[in-house]
């Protein structure tokens, strides 16, 4: 700039500034192909396939998981099918089947024990009113002194009118008690004139018998004396 306002005030020529050399590329010959020099025609643009056809990953089996259908995942049914079936009808097949419980042993069932029935006492005959006719003072002992009582003696007391039974070696005299008897006179007589222990305790093990016969205790059960014992 300064040198063109010089030449415009004093009309001297200058020479203008050298521009530098820009350098050209200049274009690169693709390499000779190896078919004799022939050109080709068409130029394949194609994207090549990856992996490549004759590659190791094409050869190797995929792991890729395999989509499974409905019909593949259910189960076979059982043979017969549940809708040839009839509810509650059991079939041979069926036992077989893999579906049941297999079973764990061959015995019936057993029977359910017989139950204990309470039978209809008679009025006046409750168990309030045992309990009041023990505190009533009447004698239900039978006896004027507690006893040693052996088996032999204890065997004389089975009947209806005289009945005595040992419980826990206690022996009781229980004819008064035959009336106010929930399970009635004819099982409480079962234990009368021997040891009603083991069938006490299997029947009613809850109950308190010194409680609720202690107004009745004649004597204590002892073993039965030898012969030869003076």
């Not at 079973?103 to 045992?130: C, M, N, Y």
């Not at 002992?141 to 039974?165: F, N, Y």
């Not at 409480?188 to 202690?214: E, K």
Request: proline share 14%; with cysteine.
């Amino acid at each position: 700039m300064a040198s063109y306002l010089r030449s415009w005030f004093t009309g001297i020529p200058v020479a203008p500034t050298p521009t530098p050399d820009i350098p050209t590329l200049n274009r690169v010959s693709p390499p000779a192909s190896d078919d004799g020099g022939e050109d080709t025609e068409t130029e394949d643009n194609s994207v090549p396939a990856f992996p490549a056809l004759n590659s190791a990953q094409r050869a190797a089996p995929s792991n890729t998981p395999r989509i499974l259908s409905d019909s593949a995942l259910m189960p076979p049914p059982p043979v017969p099918s549940l809708a040839s079936r009839t509810p509650g009808v059991s079939t041979k097949s069926s036992a077989s089947s893999s579906l049941l419980v297999p079973t764990t042993t061959t015995k019936p069932p057993t029977k359910p024990s017989k139950k204990r029935e309470k039978v209809a006492l008679a009025p006046g005959h409750s168990p309030l009113d045992w309990a009041a006719l023990k505190s009533s003072g009447v004698d239900l002992r039978g006896v004027d002194t507690l006893m040693r009582i052996p088996p032999s003696v204890l065997k004389q007391h089975r009947s209806k009118d005289d009945a005595w039974t040992a419980i826990s070696n206690k022996v009781y005299n229980i004819t008064p008690y035959l009336p106010f008897h929930p399970g009635g006179e004819r099982e409480l007589m079962r234990v009368a004139g021997r040891d009603g222990t083991h069938l006490f305790a299997s029947t009613h093990a809850w109950v308190n018998a010194d409680f609720m016969l202690d107004t009745c205790l004649v004597g204590f059960l002892i073993p039965e004396p030898s012969p030869d014992s003076p």
